[in-house]
C-alpha cells in the first residue's frame, strides 16, 4: 500500500478532473428528519460546489449502484419472423463514488464473495463493479454504529482511495493502479513521521469513540443453541413485517424474478427485483403455500443469515455494523438489542 498527502486545494482540482470524465456521484444534503437534522445521500453532481463534506451518514448504502432495487435484465422482441434478446448493462460511462464509509466499502467487500467469487457470479454486479471508481473517506463513529465489533471500521481493501483528514490535508491510502496514475495529474507528497504520527492519533481516538457494542463472541454457537428460544417470538411479536431493515442494508442481495409478456407475444422481459426477507410473501411459492408465515421466523432467518449461515460459508458476519437497520426500524428493532437478548 502507498500513503501519501494531498492538500484540500489540491484534492479539489482532482476531484474536478473526475467530475469532467466520469459519472460522478457525492455527499449532498437532500432532506431533514423529524428532528430536523440534515439527511445525506450520494447524488450525481457536476460541480465540486455541490459536494457537502459536513456529512455524517449516508442514508442510503452504496449497495443500489451496484444491485439496483429494480433492473430489467433482459428483453425479447419478436419482428419479422425473427426474434433479437437485448440483454443490458447499465454503467457504460465510467462512475466515481466519493465519501463510501469503511463499513460500506466492507459491505461491497462481502458482495464481492457471493456475486463476483460466488458459485453463481453475476456479470451484472462484475461489470458496474469493475467500472466504478470509489474513494472512501473517514467518519466519526455515530451512537448507533457497531462496525468496530464486527471488524469493518477500518478498510483493507474494496476502494480505491481512502482519505483521513489531517487539518488542511487528507492522509491518502492509495489501494489501486488507476488511482496512482489518476493521481498524477496533481501534486501529492511523501508522508513525514509527523504525518504518520497524526493518522495513528486519529485512528485512536476513532476507535475510542465506540459506544454500541455487539458481542460476537462464539455467537454462531449460541445461535444454534437459542434455535428455538421464546426470544424470537418476542421480537417477532414488535416487528412490523414492512421490510425497512432491508431496504436499508448494504449487503442485502436476496431477489426474485418477474417474466413479463405482452398480450401478443411479441415483447417479453426478465425483470429483477430486490426481496426482503421479513416481508410475509418472501418464502410463499407456486399454490400459495408460505415456509414462514410468521414474522417471528421470518426475523429470525434474517439474523441467521447475517450472523449464522454467512459465517460458516464465509468465515465473517454479513452484518457490517452500520446501525441502519435499527435506524430505519418503525418499531426500534436494534442488532445489538436482539443479540443481546439471544446471549441471556
Not at 3 to 9: C, D, L
Not at 171 to 185: G, P, T, V, Y
Request: glycine residues 6%.
Amino acid at each position: 500500500m502507498i500513503f501519501k498527502t494531498i492538500s484540500k486545494k489540491d484534492f479539489n482540482k482532482f476531484l474536478e478532473i473526475l467530475i469532467e470524465n466520469n459519472n460522478f456521484f457525492a455527499p449532498q444534503k437532500i432532506a431533514k428528519d423529524k428532528n430536523k437534522k440534515p439527511i445525506y445521500d450520494l447524488r450525481e453532481i457536476k460541480n465540486i460546489g455541490d459536494i457537502d463534506f459536513n456529512y455524517d451518514i449516508i442514508k442510503y448504502p452504496p449497495r443500489r449502484f451496484f444491485l439496483p432495487y429494480r433492473e430489467v435484465i433482459s428483453s425479447f422482441k419478436i419482428e419479422n419472423n425473427t426474434w433479437e434478446q437485448n440483454i443490458g448493462y447499465e454503467t457504460k460511462v465510467p462512475r466515481v463514488l466519493l465519501g463510501l464509509h469503511p463499513c460500506d466499502i466492507n459491505s461491497l467487500n462481502k458482495l464481492d464473495k457471493v456475486l463476483l467469487l460466488g458459485d453463481y457470479p453475476s456479470p451484472y454486479y462484475a461489470i458496474r463493479r469493475k467500472n466504478t471508481f470509489i474513494i472512501g473517506m473517514d467518519c466519526e463513529p455515530k451512537p448507533f454504529c457497531f462496525c468496530r465489533s464486527v471488524g469493518t471500521h477500518t478498510v483493507q481493501h474494496g476502494c480505491d482511495l481512502f482519505l483521513i483528514e489531517i487539518g488542511d490535508s487528507y492522509f491518502m491510502e492509495i489501494f489501486s493502479n488507476i488511482a496512482f496514475d489518476f493521481l498524477k495529474k496533481v501534486k501529492t507528497k511523501d508522508t513525514t513521521k509527523a504525518d504518520d504520527d497524526e493518522y495513528k492519533r486519529i485512528r485512536k481516538l476513532k476507535t475510542e469513540k465506540f459506544s454500541a457494542k455487539v458481542d460476537v463472541t462464539d455467537l454462531t454457537k449460541i445461535l444454534d443453541m437459542e434455535f428455538q428460544s421464546d426470544v424470537w417470538k418476542e421480537w417477532g411479536d414488535r416487528c412490523l413485517g414492512c421490510g425497512s431493515c432491508a431496504r436499508v442494508c448494504p449487503t442485502c442481495y436476496c431477489y426474485g424474478i418477474e417474466e413479463k409478456i405482452d398480450l401478443k407475444f411479441q415483447n417479453a422481459g426478465k425483470l429483477k427485483i430486490l426481496h426482503a426477507c421479513t416481508l410475509v410473501d418472501f418464502a410463499e411459492v407456486a399454490g400459495g403455500f408460505n415456509f414462514r408465515p410468521e414474522k417471528h421466523i421470518r426475523l429470525k432467518y434474517r439474523y441467521y443469515h447475517k450472523h449464522r449461515g454467512f459465517v460458516e460459508a464465509y468465515e465473517e458476519s454479513l452484518c457490517v455494523g452500520c446501525g441502519r437497520c435499527g435506524q430505519a426500524c418503525l418499531a426500534g428493532i436494534t442488532v445489538p438489542e436482539v443479540i443481546s437478548s439471544i446471549r441471556e
